[in-house]
């Protein structure tokens, strides 16, 4: 997906100010975070600066946003991955975390065209259920083998001499999105069925 940027190639400037109002500059106007979410869906680039600072929170108004939008039941974070995203704050690990997740998200944009297909397809016909599976599987391929990546900094820590090595963490965490998956995909399966 490009960027439209409206200035030129850079990027908007929007000021906050400390009443905590949000000016986009390029368009001489105040906004609100949800001009800013809509902004974001359609592909437009923005930094957010204090007004009086000149710092640049982009990424907290960025949060802030997800915040907003998890507050108002467009629950997209399950639980269990906000707590382990707080667990790797202060990890030896905290350093891989935003380019795993950049790399994850980059993935999943590139199939999500194609997962919008077959989800359409699942509805129309039956058969192409198993597709919508296969391309689950294969996601749920990726992503082990991107975790696996992690595992030798993961492994044998902590154990003492002698004794059995616990299994990882990620391990565990990896059966659960498994077990969660299977979940999802007998919930479609259900659905088809009910059309």
Do not use: C
Request: proline content about 5%.
């Amino acid at each position: 997906m490009t960027e439209k940027k409206d200035n030129g190639g850079e990027p908007i400037v929007i000021k906050k100010y400390a009443n905590r109002r949000l000016y986009n500059t390029a368009k001489s106007s105040y906004v609100t975070l949800e001009h800013l979410s809509q902004m974001v869906r359609a592909g437009q680039d923005f930094v957010v600066n204090d007004a009086k600072t000149g710092e640049d929170i982009t990424r907290g108004v960025l949060a802030q946003i997800i915040f907003e939008e998890e507050a108002k039941g467009h629950q997209m974070l399950p639980a269990n991955f906000l707590r382990q995203l707080i667990r790797l704050y202060g990890d030896t690990l905290q350093g891989f975390v935003p380019g795993y997740l950049e790399a994850s998200m980059e993935t999943f944009s590139r199939n999500q065209e194609a997962m919008r297909e077959q989800v359409h397809k699942a509805f129309e016909a039956n058969p192409a259920l198993a597709n919508f599976e296969a391309l689950a599987r294969t996601n749920m391929e990726w992503f082990e083998n991107a975790m696996r990546m992690f595992a030798p900094f993961a492994t044998g820590m902590g154990a003492p001499p002698g004794a059995a090595p616990k299994p990882p963490r990620k391990d565990v965490e990896i059966e659960e999105l498994k077990t969660q998956l299977a979940t999802m995909q007998e919930q479609l399966s259900r659905l088809v069925k009910d059309n």
